[in-house]
């Protein structure tokens, strides 16, 4: 596609059940990015993917907290047991090598009731 | 300790008045500062990257500058459409990661 697409758009879930969220990058693109956005809060790095490897997860917030990424393309962030305080925009973005732009998604805004 | 502060937090102008929005960084060896906007219930939208000081780059009504401590987006003649949150963001330094650390943002309003 022409952009970074995030599924679902708009996520509710109970208190302790398991989510994921998808990512397709721009096509060719090999860096691949996940943030989190919080009601008045800046955007906090979580994970980073160059091809299938992540050289940095250090913003992963817990272990419930997991990505993966195939063929070096979609890429899945995965919370298990959610708690409220996960409640939040995830934006992908996806860039096309070392200091390129990265380019986001509209992002997916998950609910935890 | 933050490594991009933007000021100020919220601006609101008249149309056509034109203004600056801040961004200073603390991080040494800079490898790029990018400026972002980004409207309600969407993603951030690129807009300019600057790699050294003394660079410019310009968009319509938008000029980013860059100097060896802070960025300016400077905004001519606004219209109410330029109303956006706008982001700054630089990465770490050299050997670090390549995510980006992002500012708190300067929420725009532009009254017709």
């Known amino acids: 596609g022409a952009g970074v697409s995030q599924s679902p758009s708009n996520k509710v879930t109970e208190k302790g059940k398991d989510v994921e969220l998808r990512c397709d990058p721009i096509s060719g693109h090999t860096a691949l990015y996940w943030y989190r956005q919080s009601l008045g809060q800046g955007l906090e790095f979580l994970i980073y993917?160059?091809?299938?490897?992540?050289?940095?997860k250090s913003g992963l917030p817990s272990d419930r907290f997991s990505a993966e990424r195939t063929g070096g393309s979609v890429s899945t962030l995965t919370i298990q047991r959610t708690q409220q305080e996960d409640s939040a925009v995830y934006l992908c973005?996806?860039?096309?090598?070392?200091?390129?732009?990265?380019?986001f998604g509209d992002g997916t805004r998950l609910s935890i009731l | 300790e933050d490594q991009v502060t933007q000021s100020p937090e919220a601006l609101r102008l008249q149309e056509g008045e034109s203004s600056s929005l801040n961004c200073s960084y603390t991080v040494s060896g800079l490898r790029g500062l990018f400026w972002y906007r980004q409207d309600p219930g969407k993603g951030p939208e690129f807009l300019f990257t600057?790699?050294?000081a003394g660079e410019e780059k310009e968009k319509e009504r938008l000029k980013a500058t860059l100097t060896k401590k802070e960025s300016f987006l400077h905004i001519t003649a606004p219209k109410p459409e330029d109303s956006a949150t706008y982001l700054c963001?630089?990465?770490?330094?050299?050997?670090?990661?390549?995510?980006?650390?992002f500012g708190k943002g300067t929420k725009l309003t532009v009254n017709p």
């Open positions: 993917f160059q091809g299938n490897s992540a050289p940095d």
């Open positions: 600057l790699y050294s």
């Open positions: 963001a630089v990465p770490p330094p050299q050997g670090g990661s390549e995510k980006l650390v």
């Open positions: 973005a996806s860039s096309g090598g070392l200091n390129q732009p990265q380019h």
